[in-house]
């Protein structure tokens, strides 16, 4: 879904009021089937190492996508503060990958599936907000600011997060590596 949210995002902006509700139907399928998948996986007790790494993985690299979508189009964002995201996914993935290697295996953080959460609700109010701006009810800088701050704060608890998983898992990390 990640090449086609970002496909439509960014050529398809010409399809007046459908195109924001398109936008907020993809990633709300996205987010339901993630929230589905793992509530099946476990109900069935189908849980699998590969699954605990791939899930992760998939729906980092759709949000990513949507995150990275905003700083092109009309909103613009500051890749910057998009690249915060992708900064602390690619540390923990490959912190998590690395130590699982070495036998060390590091547990996910309820501050991670909060992460997961704020970047859902980021996204859905930046996409919500573009109804209202594609009827002309919103002013683009008005649009810009209320979706900077949104993101700008799912930023600041994305890199709380990361901080906090380090930190948490820093005797795990020593052990791993040895050092």
Same mark, same amino acid.
């Given at each position: 879904m990640s090449p086609l949210f970002v496909?439509?995002?960014?050529?398809?902006?010409d399809w007046g009021v459908w195109y924001p509700i398109v936008l907020l139907f993809i990633v709300a399928v996205c987010e339901l089937t993630d929230i589905?998948?793992?509530f099946l996986a476990r109900k069935r007790n189908q849980v699998t190492s590969l699954g605990k790494g791939l899930d992760p993985m998939?729906?980092?690299?759709? /949000?990513?996508?949507?995150?990275?979508?905003?700083?092109?189009?009309?909103?613009?964002?500051?890749?910057?503060?998009?690249l915060v995201f992708f900064w602390r996914d690619s540390l923990v993935n490959t912190l998590r990958a690395l130590c699982a290697l070495q036998g060390v295996p590091l547990a996910a953080r309820?501050?991670? #599936?909060? #992460?997961?959460?704020?970047?859902a609700i980021a996204t859905f109010l930046v996409l919500i907000l573009m109804v209202p701006?594609?009827?002309?009810?919103?002013?683009l800088q008005e649009y810009q600011k209320i979706s900077l701050i949104s993101?700008?704060?799912?930023?600041?608890?994305?890199?709380?997060?990361?901080c906090e998983y380090l930190w948490v898992h820093r #005797?795990?990390?020593? /052990?791993?590596?040895?050092v």
């Open positions: 496909a439509l995002y960014l050529f398809a902006s589905f998948d793992g998939a729906d980092s690299l759709f /949000r990513l996508s949507v995150f990275f979508a905003f700083t092109q189009g009309v909103l613009q964002m500051p890749l910057m503060l998009v309820t501050s991670g #599936k909060i #992460k997961a959460i704020v970047h701006y594609s009827n002309g009810c919103l002013s993101v700008a704060l799912a930023a600041a608890y994305t890199f709380y997060s990361g #005797k795990l990390i020593k /052990r791993a590596f040895k």
